[in-house]
């Protein structure tokens, strides 16, 4: 049993040294920009009241944060960990439980938000298929813009230790695994997990954990977008505007999104995505591999298997694995080895 169940991801927390070029990036990445206390924020269309902050400082990610149901919730946490219950300062109001997860990396609880009326998304223009003619008599008009973000959906963070995380965060926020990546058999070096609603289907993940080079850190933030066409007018928004692109645009395989990765003057990657897969609780949770987890259905391939001689997924699952089980060697007692 975990103490609480996340409903949510609510924002990631940065450090830049120039907020005014951070926010220059995060509008033409598709986010509402606006400062209050010296602190940067960005939100997108849903109306939470940010999903994005950043402070001044030496250029690095600052944390993340999870929704929960209550204050009885958050004092749950508060007492496990040993921390206060605060009132929030930052925009939105409620309150707050800072933690600290086995990485060192920041993890905010946070409830009783105030939020603004969500902003209508445009009416996707009907697809015409061969199994179906839904688009009558109406040609497709697409604006030259940015992408239009609508939330913050997941966070993937390096882990150290992916058994010792896992159960940090689940222990904490009750996260149910969607699929758990093997390098080799019974050797899993990562799990995307989603909340725990119950019979509400959810993100196939809110937060993914993975044990690899070059070690702990911020991975990636995703923002979901309100469809392909404005994925892909943000994918030209972004490329007119000289922005570095990191991956896509492709069809992952686990989760189903359709992404596409850019980098932050600073190098931290942001992924815009949409149509992801939805699961309930009662879906349980699958064993899948590096190719599963690097493949993709369509679309650009994983950068580091994009060269004449990259190697192959399962190439990349051996040396893991063999990485892995020379690290726990050397880390046993002589007595245990001999043994």
């Known amino acids: 049993m975990s103490i609480t169940r996340a409903e949510d991801i609510a924002h990631v927390r940065f450090a830049a040294p120039d907020l005014g070029a951070m926010r220059t990036f995060l509008e033409d990445f598709g986010l509402a920009c606006f400062e209050e206390q010296g602190v940067l924020y960005g939100r ?46 930052a925009p939105g109001g409620g309150h707050v439980v800072r933690l600290a ?34 688009r009558l008599r109406a040609p497709v008009r697409i604006a030259q813009r940015p992408s239009r973000v609508r939330r913050l959906g997941h966070v993937v963070l390096n882990v150290a230790d992916f058994r010792r995380s896992e159960a940090w965060y ?14 080799a058999p019974g050797l899993a070096i990562g799990a995307f997990m989603r909340c725990d609603r119950g019979d509400t289907p959810t993100d196939h993940h809110t937060l993914f954990l993975a044990q690899l080079p070059p070690g702990p850190g911020f ?29 896509g645009v492709g069809r992952h395989v686990l989760g189903s999104q359709i992404f596409d990765y850019w980098k932050d003057p600073w190098g931290h990657e942001l992924e815009h995505w949409t149509d992801g897969d939805l699961f309930a609780a009662a879906d349980g949770s699958r064993l899948s591999t590096m190719r599963d987890l690097l493949g993709v259905q369509w679309g650009a391939p994983f950068p580091a298997l994009a060269g004449k001689r990259a190697p192959k ?27």
């Open 101 to 134: 997860d086995p990485d060192g990396n920041r993890v905010e609880a946070v409830t009783g938000q105030a939020w603004g009326e969500p902003v209508s998304p445009d009416r996707e223009a009907p697809f015409n298929s061969v199994a179906a003619r839904r």
């Open 44 to 89: 997108g269309s849903d109306g939470a009241p940010f999903a994005h902050a950043t402070v001044a400082g030496n250029a690095g990610f600052a944390g993340l944060a999870f929704r929960v149901g209550s204050l009885a919730d958050l004092e749950a946490l508060a007492a496990a960990d040993g921390v206060a219950v605060e009132a929030s300062a």
């Open 170 to 183: 689940k222990a904490r926020f009750g996260f149910i695994t969607s699929d758990e990546i093997e390098a």
């Open 219 to 247: 991975n990636h933030a995703a923002f979901e977008v309100e469809g392909l066409d404005d994925l892909m007018a943000g994918h030209e928004h972004l490329k007119r505007a000289g922005r570095t692109a990191a991956w």
């Open 313 to 339: 997924p399962e190439t990349i699952g051996r040396l893991l694995a063999l990485r892995l089980r020379f690290k726990a060697l050397f880390r046993r007692k002589p007595k245990d080895i001999a043994a």
